[in-house]
């Protein structure tokens, strides 16, 4: 019995500095669809995209026919040629995909752009959103682009506007 007191008023304790706390939210997709400094990275990112997947798609094409014609070949030619046609497909799919990593990778070219290119203009969103929280009153905000699982909203608590109107 003395258990299930002390876990009840652990549990009350914890639930009493909650209720003090003020949450709002923020909707950070749509805060960015309205810089424009973003979209314009947004298409320079999707155009350097494009053209990379281009090249590797082009590479995959290449890889493809001469697979193709290996196997129409692949009777008659010897052992050997066998091996050498079919290590040639190898390194040209090894060579694929480290251009792809090269590309598209943890350290690729197009994630360091875009680090470069949005890493800034989310430092300057967040900034926003702790001015417009602190002079609200909130100690917490969620992000609805991030956030899972919110089943209701009041638009009492959202400052994606407010945010926004501080940007301009």
Do not use: H, W
């Amino acid at each position: 019995m003395k258990k299930v007191f002390v876990i009840l008023a652990i549990c009350f304790m914890a639930v009493l500095p909650a209720a003090a706390q003020s949450v709002g939210y923020v909707d950070t997709e749509k805060i960015l669809s309205c810089i424009q400094e973003y979209l314009d990275a947004q298409n320079e990112l999707n155009t350097l995209a494009e053209k990379y997947k281009a090249d590797i798609q082009k590479d995959a094409d290449a890889i493809d026919a001469l697979y193709r014609d290996y196997m129409s070949r692949k009777q008659s030619l010897s052992a050997a040629s066998q091996q050498a046609k079919e290590n040639e497909i190898i390194a040209k799919e090894k060579a694929m995909k480290e251009k792809e990593d090269k590309y598209f990778g943890e350290e690729g070219v197009l994630t360091k752009r875009s680090e470069k290119l949005i890493s800034p203009i989310q430092g300057v969103v967040e900034e926003a959103i702790q001015k417009v929280a602190a002079s609200r009153g909130c100690s917490i905000v969620l992000d609805l682009t991030v956030t899972t699982g919110i089943v209701y909203k009041d638009p009492k608590y959202d400052l994606t506007n407010a945010v926004i109107d501080y940007l301009r």
